[in-house]
């Protein structure tokens, strides 16, 4: 019987991350003692003032990007549709956006409602993917169509972990002369970035996601841009976003960052390695289980299996008696009536999506906890199974 | 995550009477398109009415699985006619309740009850009947011609989020198109009939949007002190501006969007798009 140190097996780092200790350190002298406007003009504000300048330099350090292209937001969906709208404000002749059928709801969701947002007919281009999640580059060169305003693709998938060529496909917008979003907020800290070698005009991330905490988030503006606040008010960040700083959470953020950049190599080497063996073992001891999204195209710590005949939430339950933590595409799970639209947009059958299980994995799992969740996983699909139906093994 | 009840959690954990009974007087084998849940269940009857046995086999959530279990321990030593009382409800007491949006479960296992009482006295309920088009999840033709007309679906994809139905190895998506084809050729044929002409000259439209407007819409923004005019019609696009009070609302474009071009749409032509002529 294998064990686990901690409590709790979280391997649900695509969902949120834990705040990291380093940056809980940095972050609460911002709390206590250092609670001063950095707008003020007192001298103890202007040492919040400088940890804004600190926080924000350490975030283009880990984009390749500079310190004036960083605005801070209050989370990646904001960040997002601050990018969007500003396109469309760019562009007001432009009515159409590129994007992908498997994006974040933060995006879909977005332009499911700009007609009523705006006020105008937009439209919407929503690119395939095929069977591994992959995007056909024909299709999407075909969408680049002169009423084109702005082509937003995530770089990495929430869901599968896949990652798109956003290189290629920046470069190829710009060639069309149409603007390029990246929702990053997967992808930042756990794949190298530098934007200054890529066409990229907008990127989000999320805070809460490379552990730093809740309620913070990013949109890099590429220097040259031309850019169109979404709040509007005071003159903080540039006049780009106005509204007080959340200077705690920007100052842990950049830590974050700082930390992503020192463990990046961690994350690709030994994180991949663990997810591998999960993904392996998993795959290898229990029956009609199917990776979802393609091997090697993939962030490295994301692993999404469907076990066919069986429901996700109630693996997730039985799974949490043990105090192991992931999530699932299953209908049940989210209160919608249907599956994941990503694993439906890839063709995964309904015997496969309601059973589809994401675990992700972060600097901190351990080798330990991977083989408790391999241990204790064949018995929860299995015990399942008995009751089911459609299970005829 | 839901809130479950100590009682679902514990039927879910330990389910009661999981399997199929040795001697089935009766199955019931139900789906639900709702959340992608199963439920075959299998009844003993004796020859006084009385349900001796009853076992199931779920493929689907926590609650789905907790209302399976608890229906085949309210319903043994049950007669027909006091099996044939349980509704939807009782199952959901018995567990303590249950999640508003899972409720559906409990609906589960009362039409479980129902399918396997019918079975046993060799009636044939209405959904039943028909042929078999979906072989992996078991769904009729008849189940899918009823949801395509009272969900009005347009696509198999929408068949297969309703009833499942194509959602297994999708060797039936053929026979689900043709099936689409069928019922939405009819639907519309008796709808067009009823139906304002398809086509329109731009003299027709203006006159028939300036009817709708004044009969429509016009009395409602006058009550708040405002007033709409027609500016123009192109194509489908069809420019106003709103006047008095309603020029200076904030909600203008509100207005435009859900007021003025749902009627519209609803009374005049159903691909008109409204624009605020000033903006």
């Known amino acids: 019987m294998s064990s686990v140190k901690n409590n709790v097996v979280y391997m649900d780092n695509n969902a949120t991350t834990s705040v990291a200790p380093e940056v809980v350190e940095e972050m609460m002298p911002f709390l206590t003692e250092f609670y001063g406007n950095p707008s003020s003009m007192y001298s103890f504000a202007g040492k919040v003032g400088e940890a804004l300048k600190l926080a924000r330099k350490r975030v283009a350090d880990l984009l390749g990007a500079e310190p004036e292209e960083i605005t801070f937001t209050s989370c990646g969906t904001e960040s997002d549709s601050t990018a969007l709208l500003s396109a469309l404000q760019t562009y007001p002749e432009k009515r159409r956006i590129v994007t992908t059928r498997v994006e974040h709801p933060a995006v879909k969701n977005l332009c499911d409602s700009l007609d009523t947002l705006t006020g105008h007919k937009h439209r919407i281009t929503r690119l395939k993917v095929d069977d591994q999640g992959v995007l056909d580059m024909a299709e999407y060169e075909a969408a680049l169509t002169d009423d084109t305003a702005i082509v937003s693709v995530m770089w990495a998938n929430n869901e599968t972990g896949v990652i798109f060529p956003i290189a290629k496909m920046a470069k190829m917008a710009k060639d069309r002369g149409i603007l390029f979003h990246t929702d990053a907020v997967q992808a930042v800290g756990k794949v190298p970035i530098n934007l200054k070698e890529l066409d990229v005009d907008f990127l989000s991330l999320s805070g809460h996601k490379l552990h730093a905490p809740k309620g913070v988030g990013v949109l890099y503006v590429k220097r040259g841009t031309i850019f169109t606040p979404f709040l509007t008010g005071g003159h903080q960040e540039r006049g780009r976003r106005a509204g007080t700083e959340n200077v705690a959470s920007i100052v842990g953020l950049g830590k974050a960052c700082e930390l992503a950049a020192l463990k990046m190599e961690d994350e690709n080497s030994r994180v991949r390695k663990l997810r591998d063996k999960l993904e392996a073992g998993l795959l290898a001891s229990i029956p009609n289980s199917l990776l979802n999204g393609h091997k090697t195209d993939r962030l490295p710590n994301t692993c999404n299996i469907s076990f066919e005949y069986v429901e996700g939430e109630a693996i997730l339950l039985h799974m949490n008696r043990y105090n192991i933590c992931a999530s699932s595409g299953s209908a049940c799970t989210s209160g919608s009536l249907e599956p994941s639209h990503v694993l439906r947009a890839m063709g995964v059958p309904f015997t496969a999506a309601h059973g589809s299980i994401r675990f992700s994995l972060s600097v901190y799992n351990t080798e330990e906890e991977v083989d408790f969740v391999l241990e204790k996983m064949p018995a929860i699909i299995e015990s399942l199974r008995q009751m089911s139906p459609f299970w005829k093994g | ?279």
């Open chain 2, 1 to 279: 995550m839901w809130e479950y009840t100590d009682k679902v959690q514990e039927h879910f954990l330990n389910p009661r009477n999981v399997g199929e009974v040795e001697k089935i007087s009766g199955t019931g084998d139900v789906g639900s398109l709702a959340c992608g849940d199963a439920l075959k269940l299998t009844i003993t009857v004796d020859d006084k009415n009385v349900i001796t046995d009853a076992k199931f086999k779920t493929f689907g959530c926590a609650s789905a699985i907790a209302s399976s279990s608890a229906l085949t321990e309210m319903v043994k030593g049950m007669t027909l006619d006091q099996a044939e009382k349980i509704t939807n409800e009782d199952i959901a007491d018995f567990l303590g309740g249950l999640p508003k949006e899972k409720m559906h479960c409990s609906v589960m296992g009362r039409e479980a009850l129902e399918a396997a009482i019918a079975d046993y006295r060799g009636l044939v309920l209405p959904m039943a009947e028909g042929e078999i088009v979906c072989e992996c999840f078991g769904v009729t033709d008849i189940e899918v011609r009823r949801a395509i007309q009272e969900s009005s679906l347009r696509s198999v994809e929408e068949i297969t989020n309703f009833t499942k139905a194509g959602g297994g190895c999708g060797k039936c998506e053929d026979k689900l198109r043709a099936i689409l084809q069928e019922t939405v050729s009819e639907v519309t044929t008796t709808k067009l009939k009823e139906l304002k002409p398809k086509r329109m000259t731009t003299l027709q439209k203006i006159k028939k949007i300036e009817e709708v407007l004044e009969r429509e819409v016009r009395p409602g923004l006058r009550k708040d002190g405002g007033d709409i005019e027609l500016v123009d019609v192109d194509g489908d696009f069809v420019m106003v501006t709103l006047l008095g009070q309603c020029k200076s609302c904030a909600k203008s474009q509100t207005t435009i969007k859900e007021y003025v071009e749902k009627k519209l749409r609803e009374l005049v032509l159903e691909s008109l798009i409204v624009e605020d002529a000033n903006s």
